[in-house]
């Protein structure tokens, strides 16, 4: 396969045509060294962590992965063929072992060539299911812990268009699947079909602001193909192979059963459809049914949701976040919004909660009020639960502690959402007598799990809080040196055990079993570091400040054995960063990184070419800071250059570098931030922008965290747009885009567009399409082309 490369002639790149055929290329050496690496598996537990699920999958998808028949309906990607979405990574291998034994085990049964996914144990934790994709379809599969065998339960015809396609039963012997209908329609060739008429959309006046969205539907073939492939069957399968229908054909979007697995809550997507929202807010309708499938009562109906209120704190109107309730045999909990959803309007209250106690007969019973957004409640194994809230403009966020024997509410939070020094951990859960995972209270006292960022470094903690007076005690503390310590789950907190997560600079994360009470380490895994040619490369967390006083920090790395106490050699800096938004100064100057975590290089960053004698910064700072009333983005581009001046100084400071050899990139916002920092700094050699857009025209209802649309704030979005200010970029650039990018805004136009207009006003630009890939690259060829695209651009602008 060749992919088509359109490029600028460049004389210092020394490309003499606008346009290149050439095959899929492999970066040099020491990169593909590092790409070309066996990926370790991912680790599945159950609650009582006593055993532990491997599951391998190949460390890159190939291009004929990407080469599969697709649908692009109502925001999804799917096989019509296999009938599961497009996008899915599939699993290869699956590997078992009880959590204190020294070695994992082959499960046995597998079928050949295994594309599993959509994996889940059942309610007793005794077997496995998964999803085997065959080149026909997609089959159920169990795994029985016990004898370590795999069975496979249905034939290729189950649905997983919307997502997982099957849920347990309550008594883990059965399950209910969603199956292909025996009826289904034949699919439409749109290609091949001749339209009946014009495709029309109307509108009726009311505003809305909704966000640019991709693979919509566009016609009335594509609203039958999305219902013929989103259509299913409910079948109940159980585990002796027998089988029986449940439910007749419907749009099924979601299968939950209540705690005590007396009732089923079914939702059902209805029509009209829209061409202008995908399928998450198109009309839905939530049954719950008994054992039996017959139907208890309608409990929610949701009409077509084409307007929304501005605002990523406002809400639609109508019951949302419907739940069970996971401390109660059979009671939903949902939230209603007491403002319109409108976040513009002003408003004592903004949420009401109510729980609704199957049969469903009496009212549903108002439980609680928030003032700020309602976000989830967590429920125990004692007489409380914790009500969440949050406002997105403030960042602020709340939790209640809520006194179920009387109502009684107390704030036990209360602080900005982004100040990771003030977050006083998770709860710790444990699974309840309904199998659901809820805090775990003992004697009026629960267990707080948290990630200790601070000032001076990362110090995860757990804490004992009396949910009575709120006072805490701390139990632990980890201050491992020259690693890091996460806390993965408390085991028994009596007995002092827990599990951990254990990495440095050069080990690859690992779990360990830890007594807290006699400080006793355990390996439980023994991953093998992939990456031994980093073994020797300087790595530090710098710190620095902008020019307005904001505390910055990046990851530097520098070649092994560069002298750095003569640094007689300047280095070229590669700058890689991503820029998010804050309302405060304090916030926004916060530390995330540690130099423990481990180097793990991928396209995702610059940290491959420190093996070629390159400076590089990952994860620069790129803080965008807007307080009060004022936005961060009515003033993105002088901090966007400042950020970057701040960390080119610093590491000029330090003597490494040769400033007038830096070239910064970033994918996706990161990809914007580059093109804006070569269109209005002077401080960069070169940059490489990846899927990013660059015409904020293009999506004029909001991005990233801009919640103005255009017609507000006209000036910010031409002011921000790299597009709009073409004619100012000057600096050599390399864009590169998946031809098919599924994300919202990032169209491949966004790209084709800006190079075009580079192109045309003289600047030095490069452009690659990636074919079949989508936001993220996943295709081995693609990947490994990347890298060599961007190690010839940065070798001949750098250094030659």
């Given at each position: 396969?060749?992919?088509?490369?359109?490029?600028?002639?460049?004389?210092?790149?020394?490309?003499?045509?606008?346009?290149?055929?050439?095959?899929?290329?492999?970066?040099?050496?020491?990169?593909?060294?590092?790409?070309?690496?066996?990926?370790?598996?991912?680790?599945?537990?159950?609650?009582?962590?006593?055993?532990?699920?491997?599951?391998?999958?190949?460390?890159?998808?190939?291009?004929?992965?990407?080469?599969?028949?697709?649908?692009?309906?109502?925001?999804?990607?799917?096989?019509?063929?296999?009938?599961?979405?497009?996008?899915?990574?599939?699993?290869?291998?699956?590997?078992?072992?009880?959590?204190?034994?020294?070695?994992?085990?082959?499960?046995?049964?597998?079928?050949?060539?295994?594309?599993?996914?959509?994996?889940?144990?059942?309610?007793?934790?005794?077997?496995?299911?998964?999803?085997?994709?065959?080149?026909?379809?997609?089959?159920?599969?169990?795994?029985?812990?016990?004898?370590?065998?795999?069975?496979?339960?249905?034939?290729?015809?189950?649905?997983?268009?919307?997502?997982?396609?099957?849920?347990?039963?309550?008594?883990?012997?059965?399950?209910?699947?969603?199956?292909?209908?025996?009826?289904?329609?034949?699919?439409?060739?749109?290609?091949?079909?001749?339209?009946?008429?014009?495709?029309?959309?109307?509108?009726?006046?009311?505003?809305?602001?909704?966000?640019?969205?991709?693979?919509?539907?566009?016609?009335?073939?594509?609203?039958?193909?999305?219902?013929?492939?989103?259509?299913?069957?409910?079948?109940?399968?159980?585990?002796?192979?027998?089988?029986?229908?449940?439910?007749?054909?419907?749009?099924?979007?979601?299968?939950?059963?209540?705690?005590?697995?007396?009732?089923?809550?079914?939702?059902?997507?209805?029509?009209?459809?829209?061409?202008?929202?995908?399928?998450?807010?198109?009309?839905?309708?939530?049954?719950?049914?008994?054992?039996?499938?017959?139907?208890?009562?309608?409990?929610?109906?949701?009409?077509?949701?084409?307007?929304?209120?501005?605002?990523?704190?406002?809400?639609?109107?109508?019951?949302?976040?419907?739940?069970?309730?996971?401390?109660?045999?059979?009671?939903?909990?949902?939230?209603?919004?007491?403002?319109?959803?409108?976040?513009?309007?002003?408003?004592?209250?903004?949420?009401e909660i109510f729980l609704w106690e199957a049969p469903f007969s009496a009212n549903?019973?108002?439980?609680?009020?928030?003032?700020?957004?309602?976000?989830?409640?967590?429920?125990?194994?004692?007489?409380?639960?914790?009500?969440?809230?949050?406002?997105?403009?403030?960042?602020?966020?709340?939790?209640?502690?809520?006194?179920?024997?009387?109502?009684?509410?107390?704030?036990?939070?209360?602080?900005?959402?982004?100040?990771?020094?003030?977050?006083?951990?998770?709860?710790?859960?444990?699974?309840?007598?309904?199998?659901?995972?809820?805090?775990?209270?003992?004697?009026?006292?629960?267990?707080?799990?948290?990630?200790?960022?601070?000032?001076?470094?990362?110090?995860?903690?757990?804490?004992?809080?009396?949910?009575?007076?709120?006072?805490?005690?701390?139990?632990?503390?980890?201050?491992?040196?020259?690693?890091?310590?996460?806390?993965?789950?408390?085991?028994?907190?009596?007995?002092?055990?827990?599990?951990?997560?254990?990495?440095?600079?050069?080990?690859?994360?690992?779990?360990?079993?830890?007594?807290?009470?006699?400080?006793?380490?355990?390996?439980?895994?023994?991953?093998?570091?992939?990456?031994?040619?980093?073994?020797?490369?300087?790595?530090?967390?710098?710190?620095?400040?902008?020019?307005?006083?904001?505390?910055?920090?990046?990851?530097?790395?520098?070649?092994?054995?560069?002298?750095?106490?003569?640094?007689?050699?300047?280095?070229?800096?590669?700058?890689?960063?991503?820029?998010?938004?804050?309302?405060?100064?304090?916030?926004?100057?916060?530390?995330?990184?540690?130099?423990?975590?481990?180097?793990?290089?991928?396209?995702?960053?610059?940290?491959?070419?420190?093996?070629?004698?390159?400076?590089?910064?990952?994860?620069?700072?790129?803080?965008?800071?807007?307080?009060?009333?004022?936005?961060?983005?009515?003033?993105?581009?002088?901090?966007?250059?400042?950020?970057?001046?701040?960390?080119?100084?610093?590491?000029?400071?330090?003597?490494?570098?040769?400033?007038?050899?830096?070239?910064?990139?970033?994918?996706?916002?990161?990809?914007?931030?580059?093109?804006?920092?070569?269109?209005?700094?002077?401080?960069?050699?070169?940059?490489?922008?990846?899927?990013?857009?660059?015409?904020?025209?293009?999506t004029p209802f909001g991005f990233q965290s801009e919640q103005r649309n255009y017609?507000?704030?006209?000036?910010?979005?031409?002011?921000?747009?790299?597009?709009?200010?073409?004619?100012?970029?000057?600096?050599?650039?390399?864009?590169?885009?998946?031809?098919?990018?599924?994300?919202?805004?990032?169209?491949?136009?966004?790209?084709e567009r800006y190079f075009q207009a580079l192109k045309n006003l003289g600047a030095?630009?490069?452009?690659?399409?990636?074919?079949?890939?989508?936001?993220?690259?996943?295709?081995?060829?693609?990947?490994?082309?990347?890298?060599?695209?961007?190690?010839?651009?940065?070798?001949?602008?750098?250094?030659?």
């Amino acid at each position: 396969m060749r992919i088509t490369i359109a490029a600028i002639a460049l004389f210092f790149l020394g490309f003499a045509n606008a346009q290149e055929n050439i095959k899929y290329q492999k970066p040099s050496a020491e990169i593909l060294q590092l790409a070309e690496f066996e990926r370790a598996p991912s680790v599945l537990m159950d609650s009582k962590k006593e055993w532990m699920i491997f599951s391998y999958r190949p460390t890159y998808k190939s291009l004929d992965d990407l080469n599969q028949d697709e649908m692009k309906l109502a925001g999804l990607r799917v096989n019509p063929v296999t009938n599961i979405s497009s996008t899915m990574t599939f699993s290869n291998n699956l590997k078992i072992r009880k959590l204190k034994d020294k070695m994992e085990v082959q499960v046995q049964g597998l079928p050949a060539n295994p594309k599993i996914a959509y994996t889940s144990f059942a309610p007793d934790e005794k077997k496995l299911a998964f999803t085997n994709t065959t080149s026909k379809g997609v089959e159920l599969w169990v795994l029985d812990l016990a004898t370590n065998s795999a069975k496979k339960m249905t034939n290729d015809n189950l649905n997983a268009n919307l997502g997982t396609p099957y849920v347990w039963m309550k008594d883990s012997q059965t399950l209910l699947v969603k199956q292909i209908p025996a009826n289904r329609a034949a699919l439409i060739d749109d290609k091949k079909s001749l339209p009946d008429g014009p495709t029309v959309s109307t509108s009726d006046g009311k505003v809305s602001q909704n966000r640019t969205y991709q693979d919509l539907l566009k016609n009335p073939q594509d609203e039958a193909n999305f219902e013929t492939l989103a259509k299913s069957e409910l079948v109940k399968i159980s585990l002796n192979g027998t089988q029986e229908s449940f439910k007749p054909t419907e749009i099924y979007t979601a299968m939950s059963f209540s705690p005590d697995g007396n009732y089923l809550m079914l939702t059902t997507i209805q029509k009209p459809f829209s061409y202008i929202v995908p399928l998450n807010r198109f009309p839905m309708t939530t049954t719950v049914f008994d054992q039996n499938g017959n139907a208890v009562k309608v409990v929610n109906e949701i009409p077509l949701n084409e307007i929304m209120p501005k605002g990523f704190s406002s809400v639609r109107t109508g019951k949302r976040a419907m739940t069970w309730r996971d401390d109660a045999p059979s009671t939903l909990v949902y939230a209603e919004a007491l403002d319109g959803g409108d976040q513009a309007k002003s408003a004592d209250f903004r949420d009401e909660i109510f729980l609704w106690e199957a049969p469903f007969s009496a009212n549903p019973k108002s439980f609680f009020k928030t003032k700020q957004r309602y976000s989830g409640t967590d429920w125990s194994n004692s007489d409380y639960a914790v009500v969440f809230e949050s406002w997105y403009d403030t960042r602020n966020t709340k939790s209640y502690l809520i006194n179920l024997k009387d109502n009684s509410s107390k704030i036990i939070e209360d602080r900005n959402f982004q100040d990771v020094y003030s977050d006083p951990g998770r709860f710790n859960n444990t699974r309840n007598q309904y199998g659901r995972n809820v805090i775990d209270v003992e004697n009026n006292k629960a267990y707080l799990v948290g990630d200790g960022f601070t000032k001076d470094g990362q110090k995860p903690f757990i804490d004992e809080i009396d949910l009575i007076t709120q006072q805490k005690k701390r139990l632990y503390t980890s201050n491992l040196k020259n690693s890091k310590e996460d806390l993965y789950d408390i085991i028994d907190i009596k007995k002092g055990e827990i599990l951990t997560v254990q990495q440095s600079a050069n080990q690859y994360p690992n779990y360990f079993l830890r007594n807290i009470k006699n400080n006793k380490v355990a390996a439980v895994t023994n991953f093998p570091n992939p990456f031994e040619s980093l073994k020797n490369v300087y790595k530090e967390v710098i710190k620095y400040k902008r020019n307005d006083g904001v505390e910055l920090t990046g990851t530097l790395y520098l070649p092994a054995n560069y002298d750095r106490k003569n640094h007689k050699e300047k280095l070229p800096l590669l700058i890689w960063a991503y820029p998010t938004e804050y309302k405060d100064k304090n916030t926004a100057g916060q530390n995330t990184q540690s130099p423990n975590d481990f180097t793990f290089p991928s396209y995702g960053s610059f940290i491959y070419w420190v093996t070629k004698g390159y400076a590089v910064l990952d994860d620069a700072a790129f803080p965008i800071i807007g307080e009060g009333k004022t936005e961060p983005n009515d003033t993105f581009i002088p901090q966007l250059v400042a950020n970057g001046k701040a960390a080119i100084d610093a590491v000029d400071k330090l003597g490494y570098i040769d400033r007038n050899k830096v070239a910064v990139g970033g994918h996706s916002y990161g990809a914007f931030m580059t093109a804006n920092l070569l269109t209005h700094s002077k401080d960069y050699a070169c940059g490489i922008a990846r899927s990013g857009a660059y015409n904020r025209t293009l999506t004029p209802f909001g991005f990233q965290s801009e919640q103005r649309n255009y017609w507000d704030v006209p000036n910010i979005y031409n002011t921000m747009s790299p597009f709009m200010n073409a004619d100012k970029m000057k600096t050599p650039l390399l864009l590169i885009h998946g031809e098919a990018d599924n994300n919202p805004g990032t169209f491949t136009l966004q790209t084709e567009r800006y190079f075009q207009a580079l192109k045309n006003l003289g600047a030095p630009v490069r452009m690659v399409l990636l074919p079949k890939e989508s936001h993220g690259y996943a295709a081995k060829e693609s990947i490994l082309h990347t890298l060599w695209e961007q190690d010839q651009f940065l070798e001949k602008c750098l250094k030659k």
